[in-house]
């Protein structure tokens, strides 16, 4: 397995994990931007690898007046303009075998949600594309699991694959992570955590997920702790009015100061 179409996020000479990090959708130009921006120039500065990460629709919404997007190509538009302005690679997610198709004209990485990574026509028009294929580990899905989804991609002449631990379900309205299936995991593919998404509260009643953003930093650092080779963070610099996942966001305004906690974990883990 490697990742060799996505030079951008093989961890540098300093052992530094990547990061795949951004809004949760993108909601506009000036937004995708600005949010791009201050990751960029974070990352840059801590030499962390780095991937933009935005959704150009969202199909999984609990009620049907839920926020799911400003229209496809303009979104994915945006996501290579960002690409093109900051060079930086970007990752969206996808829903059906045509969304394979066409966002891998805009994006580099194509992200299939957890609750899709099952279906096998879609992993598998993911992985002809040619792009790197980010699969997202079911809530519902053991560890041990994911082998057979990342034998999905190699099986389709494309070697290119991740997975991503976005944490499992814990009765009816909560995530836990196992982090015992992060070493697991990376029997298969390079291992990202997902740290936000694990912080997720689903919420049958009103429709609406709620979150822990509280207990980021405590999640993401047992991940690197642990030795996971990338982290997922979803960040804005006003979560509170985000169109979709703003209870589990990170603020923009602490993205250094995270980012700076786990860079010297792992160069300290890095010693032994």
């Known amino acids: 397995m490697n990742l060799n179409n996505i030079p951008q996020i093989k961890n540098t000479e300093s052992g530094n994990f990547f990061l795949l990090a951004g809004p949760c959708a ?11 921006e ?17 959704s150009f629709k969202k199909a999984n919404r609990s009620r049907v007046d839920s926020f799911t997007g400003i229209g496809d190509e303009k979104a994915l538009k945006i996501l290579r303009k960002v690409s093109e302005t900051f060079g930086v690679p970007t990752v969206t997610d996808i829903h059906t075998e045509q969304d394979a198709a066409m966002a891998a004209q805009y994006v580099d990485i194509l992200q299939i949600p957890a609750f899709l990574v099952r279906q096998t026509d879609l992993v598998v028009a993911a992985a002809e594309t040619g792009r790197t294929v980010n699969l997202k580990k079911g809530q519902f899905m053991s560890p041990e ?5 990342v034998q999905k991609v190699l099986d389709s002449n494309n070697e290119n694959v991740m997975v991503t631990d976005r944490g499992t379900m814990f009765g009816y309205q909560d995530m836990i992570v196992d982090y015992r299936g992060i070493p697991t995991m990376q029997q298969y593919a390079t ?3 997902d740290v936000t998404h694990s912080l997720q509260q689903p919420n049958q009643t009103v429709g609406v997920t709620g979150g822990r953003p509280d207990m980021i930093e405590t999640i993401a650092k047992a991940g690197i702790a642990v030795g996971v080779d990338g982290i997922f963070i979803e960040t804005h610099f006003d979560p509170a ?3 979709s996942d703003g209870a589990n966001m990170l603020h923009l305004d602490y993205f250094e100061g995270l980012m700076q906690k786990l860079v010297a974990i792992r160069k300290t883990i890095n010693q032994f």
């Open 145 to 149: 699991a994911m082998k057979h989804a």
């Open 38 to 54: 201050k990751t960029v120039e974070v990352t840059s500065k801590l030499q962390i690898p780095y991937v933009f990460k935005g």
């Open 191 to 193: 291992t990202v955590l």
């Open 26 to 36: 993108i909601e506009g130009e000036e937004m995708a931007l600005r949010i791009a």
């Open 241 to 243: 009015n985000a169109k």
